[in-house]
């Protein structure tokens, strides 16, 4: 049995979460809370020295980080296929993902974060400035998406990736730009996948 260490919130584990509905593998889930600092706990970093989530152990084997776990499955569980066939097509695959991981997410947790304070402890300048900066990355994803329903043309990896956050701009306070119809579609046929409606956006 697949085991996942895992926080409801976080969109790393969403990733993980999307990837192992989307392949229909039972899995148990355990709960750290990240609140409570479980994942600095010494049973923990035993895991995952970097003390983050999510963990997946299956049967002997213990892989941390979203991108290398949802590699693994793919490579262990291949039906269904999450990644092109083609060594380029993998690799634009991978460099979406990077991108999502490295320059989308983090700005997302900013804003999260930022409106997460009391209404006294905002930073309106700060907060504009995140968002403005989630809109640009979006633009660069109305390029990609030209001629194409996902991000690579299939349904991959990459998709799941941004999946766990573009399904929330609104609570971020981010009216997608009327511009961005290719967005706004690919957000609406994510929306529609059954593995993605699991996460309860």
Known sequence: MIKLYDHPDCPFAQKVRVVLAEKE???EKVFVDLRAGEQRAPEFLKLNPYGKVPVLIDDD???YD???????LEDEYPAPSLMPEDSAGRARARMWEDFC???FLPVTTLVLTELGKPEAERDGERLKRYQAEVSRALARVEGQLEGKEYLIGEFSLADVAFAPRVLVLPQMGID???RLQRVA???DRLRQRASVQMLGL
């Open 25 to 27: 593998l039972e899995y």
């Open 101 to 103: 991981d490295n320059s």
């Open 61 to 63: 084997l213990v892989v």
């Open 66 to 72: 979203s991108t290398i776990i949802n590699e693994y």
């Open 185 to 187: 579609a690919w957000i």
């Open 176 to 178: 997608l730009d009327p």
